[in-house]
């Protein structure tokens, strides 16, 4: 670390010069002379070399030890001048203590140093220090770990250089210099660790900038710490949810939520349809979250040990090849077909869950072969003349209209109705604008574990998001954000990049006119607070009690009266 030694408090009397003529006759001298030799009365004229013991003649320009008659000893130089045309010489003096207080002081301040490192080095968290200009002074061996950065890398560098650069690129010292304030982000080391970085500026005593330190905990382990961190406000809700949902894995029920009440019951509903066996029809338009919400009934249901889920798109396999798939075939049971036969997925799933998506596109003559196989629960497989029994759970999907599927004689009723018992609708994005920000922030965070990337949205981004009525699905959405995130030239997703996206996908977008129209001249604040409060409402509606309503949100229940208070709800 960069540590100032500063001038131990000294008297100007361990300074002092004198003039002789050619001759060392003492001609003129300063007032701190007397310091430097034990004469108390007039020097003038007399002889320096009587003054001082080993004065040396003739040598210029350098330092060197002398010795007054009390055996005092300080530095002498000498240097040759000239006075209205005679040749003088010039002499300064220096007490010597003034070393040896200057050698005390270095190595008392290298001893500081060195433990001061080895303390800060000792740290489980990591520590970053700049000057007041971004120049990076300091980082510990915890950093160095963490970012898996080397010390040389980043020593001298300015912050704003390795920010651009992408080695910091959500340098949090950076905005501590721009902001002029503490900062607090959350950021991904390179193993994926996540962080939690509180930055702050130093001043000196005139309130002018001097340093600034940020201290980097790891919090990736402190799962609860960063529960109770995310608690404290309502937005972060958007950070509740594990990442594991977004890839599609559920350890626990309560890892997707939603503000949306039909769409918080939706998932109410498919938690206790977990636990039973009945056939499950899921219904919604693309790319809304049929397969996303199979996913989790089988996650969370006791079949995740039996077995997995299998998923078979009906409409994206060829109709002759459908019956193989599901049910298998014999050895010999059509030309090319495997020796000793083949299992299908009813076989394959064991006791795990069959997902069959697009069920409107199953071939009209397999149809009856399904029911069968529901009814029954046993099935042939082609050429096959003994009934096989399953224990796979059946889940269907599919964005058609079935009932005009049958009205139309392109599906079953016997087999629509065997299937229409237990359904489960899922709203379009459309349908549940609340939730746009919230799965916005999920992925955002998605992506940036995905792509090693510390991305997020600019204020003004995230206005954007709340404000457009989202036209599309959630798989769009999704796609989006991981666009954004992967060619965002700085950590801050902008607004207009956002709308670019859009753009781009062909969505006609005006957000600027829907703002001024939805929101007239609401500021951030306003419009955030007016989110805030309906999720808060909407949370007391589907909840019975505070108490469910506040675990619901995340929150405490105190806080939650305390904002009910403050929305007058
Ligand atoms: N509640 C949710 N939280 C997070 N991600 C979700 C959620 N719902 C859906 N997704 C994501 O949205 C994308 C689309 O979801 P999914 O594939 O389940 O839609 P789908 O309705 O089955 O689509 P299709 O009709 O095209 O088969 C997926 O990447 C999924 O992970």
Redesign the pocket.
Known sequence: MDTRITLPNLELAYFSYVITDDKYNIQEYDKNFHHFVNDEGCSKNKKLSILFNNLRYEYFGEFYMVENEEGSQYYIMQRKIKINNSEMYLFFLSDYSLYEELEYQIEYLNRQRYINNEMLNKLEDGIYITDEKGKTLFVNDAFVNLSGLRREELIGETVYGLRKDEILPNSCCARVIETQGPVSTINNYYQGQKCLVSGSPIYDEKGDLKRTIAVIRDVSELDMLMKSLTKEETLSLTFK?KLD??G?KFDNEDA?F?NNRAVASLYKKAKRLAKVDSTILIL??????????A?YIHGISNRNKKGNIIKI?CGAIPEHLIESELFGYEEGAFTGAQRGGKKGLFEEAGGGTIFL??IGDMPYTLQVKLLNALNDRKFYRIGGSKAIGFNARIIA?T?ADLKTLVDEKKFRADLYYRLNVVTLR?PALRERQE?LLP?AQ??LEYYNNKHRRNCFFSPECMENFLVYTWPG???EL?NIVERLVLISDDSCIEAKLFRDQLSQDGQEIDISSKIMSNNENLSLKQQLELHEKAIIESALETKKTLKEAAKKLGIDISTLVRKKQKYNI
């Open positions: 949810k949902s977004v599609d997707v939603s919604g338009e693309t790319g809304v979250g049929k397969d996303f919400l996913t798109n998506d697009e999907a964005n899922i939730d799965l999920t992925f699905n959630i798989r999704k």
